[in-house]
């Protein structure tokens, strides 16, 4: 499979875009869409591409993760997936956004199906497998491709750091033990696509992040 990145707005959260070439199906990760210009960006290089959206996969339901649900759901008709210990975040949307100092209208979700740990995500020929890996947030997940060697990891892991544990739910201890036993025993030239920054792999994380 295929991976687009796009960076959008003020928290600079990372959408992603990984779709078949083949098939022409995607799914888009992490909607971040937080205006009609990034709206209008994300659904651009839909049409480009002429990609059909079968599934929008949150990795966590923090806002910044998810202020961009609503639009693709009604766009596109595809359904949210994601992991139901989130299913409180999502039903705060709009109390996360008021926290956070964001005045633009923002909108509660509703998860369409429960994603489970180590189920496989079908996305045309290709393949997504979930991995849990909370602390974070309690329902974060990972999604792996292990033919095209890279992990999503959301705000769990990022280059030389890890997610903060100080919002509901967060705990570092679960953290970095997810992180050990769910995304370290993968290859380390795994390319890992984090929630915010670079990407990085997971041998470079495992040699010198600070925090493993």
């Known amino acids: 499979m295929k991976i687009a990145k796009f960076t959008f707005s003020l928290f600079g959260i990372n959408t992603y875009v990984v779709y078949d070439p083949a098939t022409k199906d995607c799914a888009i990760i992490d909607p971040g869409m937080f205006n009609s210009e990034e709206e209008e960006a994300m659904d651009n290089f839909i049409k480009r591409n002429d990609l059909k959206v079968t599934a929008i996969i949150d990795t966590h339901l923090h806002v910044?993760?998810?202020?961009?649900?609503?639009?693709?759901?009604?766009?596109?008709?595809?359904?949210?997936?994601?992991?139901?210990?989130?299913?409180?975040?999502?039903?705060?949307?709009?109390?996360?956004?008021?926290?956070?100092?964001?005045?633009?209208?923002?909108?509660?979700?509703?998860?369409?199906?429960?994603?489970?740990?180590?189920?496989?995500?079908?996305?045309?020929d290709g393949e997504l497998k979930v991995i849990h890996v909370p602390g974070h947030s309690p329902g974060s997940v990972a999604l792996y491709d292990a033919k095209d060697g890279f992990v999503i990891t959301g705000d769990a892991l990022f280059s030389g750091s890890v997610g903060r544990t100080d919002l509901p739910g967060g705990d570092m201890r679960?953290?970095?033990?997810?992180?050990?036993?769910?995304?370290?025993?993968?290859?380390?030239?795994?390319?890992?696509?984090?929630g915010h920054g670079p990407a990085t792999t997971i041998g470079q994380e495992r040699h010198s992040n600070p925090y493993l």
């Open 64 to 124: 910044d993760h998810a202020v961009g649900v609503q639009f693709a759901k009604r766009k596109y008709g595809a359904p949210l997936l994601a992991h139901q210990a989130d299913e409180f975040l999502g039903d705060r949307i709009q109390q996360q956004a008021q926290m956070f100092g964001m005045r633009e209208k923002t909108e509660d979700v509703k998860i369409d199906r429960y994603l489970l740990p180590g189920e496989v995500i079908k996305i045309g």
């Open 174 to 194: 679960t953290l970095i033990s997810s992180i050990k036993n769910g995304l370290l025993s993968l290859p380390d030239s795994t390319v890992v696509y984090p």
